[in-house]
């Protein structure tokens, strides 16, 4: 069975400093992983996705994943953190068969401070 | 990156009462959406895929009668909690998926916050 870790319940940067949101992820086969990012009471938006190709994947924001078949990881990385990324990171899976559905893990809060 | 929307953003109403939320695909044809639920400080749980013409699909232990689902078309999906209780007060996410093979990806709506009084 799928499924994804997010070991950090919390990731607190300063400004300007890089940040690494850890993901690890088990699945049988080649994965699909995604991240997503919540802002309060809100849904969540899209920010980048790993399919096939290059390992290091650019999304929205700045952002960008590195995918680590021989570590099973996917951590979602940014050079330069901004107070306005303080929010609910989701990293997810794509289960195979029936609809194609997400498996999500508990989800990192990262704060920037200031 | 594709759009949806719900509706309402947030609603409270009465212990008893039924409540209907609506998620639509602006710009792409959604054949599957799927509804989440999400507690404070939590993961998204999934509660329903929900196929465009066909019956929904829920989650072990989901009750099907207590949160109908309807898919009417490729844009819109609803959720309606019948004789809402107050420990159904949460948010209510949904999204829908673009076709495209291993490309498809799920886009969230807002959220709905419903609050049972």
């Known amino acids: 069975a799928q499924s994804v870790a997010q070991p950090e319940d919390q990731v607190n940067v300063a400004e300007g400093n890089p940040l690494t949101v850890k993901c690890t992820y088990s699945v049988s086969g080649n994965p699909y992983l995604f991240w997503y990012v919540q802002y309060p009471n809100r849904g969540l938006q899209f920010l980048l996705k790993?399919?096939?190709?290059?390992?290091l994947v650019k999304g929205s924001y700045g952002f960008e994943a590195e995918f680590n078949k021989s570590q099973t990881s996917f951590h979602l990385k940014k050079p330069s953190a901004l107070v306005s990324d303080s929010a609910l990171y989701f990293c997810?899976?794509?289960?195979?068969?029936?609809?194609?559905?997400?498996?999500f893990g508990a989800g990192t809060r990262l704060a920037v401070h200031p | 990156g594709a759009v949806v929307s719900q509706h309402p953003s947030r609603v409270i109403c009465k212990s008893g009462t039924s409540v209907k939320i609506e998620c639509r695909s602006l710009d792409f044809q959604a054949t599957t959406m799927f509804w989440y639920r999400q507690f404070p400080k939590q993961s998204l749980m999934l509660m329903a895929t929900s196929n465009e013409g066909s019956k929904a699909t829920y989650e072990q232990g989901v009750e099907k009668d207590k949160f109908l689902i309807n898919h009417a078309s490729l844009t819109l999906s609803t959720l309606t909690v019948t004789s809402a209780h107050p420990e159904d007060s949460s948010f209510y996410i949904c999204?829908?998926?673009?076709?495209?093979?291993?490309?498809?990806?799920?886009?969230f709506g807002p959220g709905t916050r419903l609050l049972v009084l």
């Open positions: 997810a899976v794509r289960s195979f068969g029936g609809y194609n559905k997400l498996i």
């Open positions: 790993y399919i096939t190709g290059d390992n």
């Open positions: 999204s829908g998926k673009t076709s495209g093979g291993h490309q498809e990806t799920q886009y």
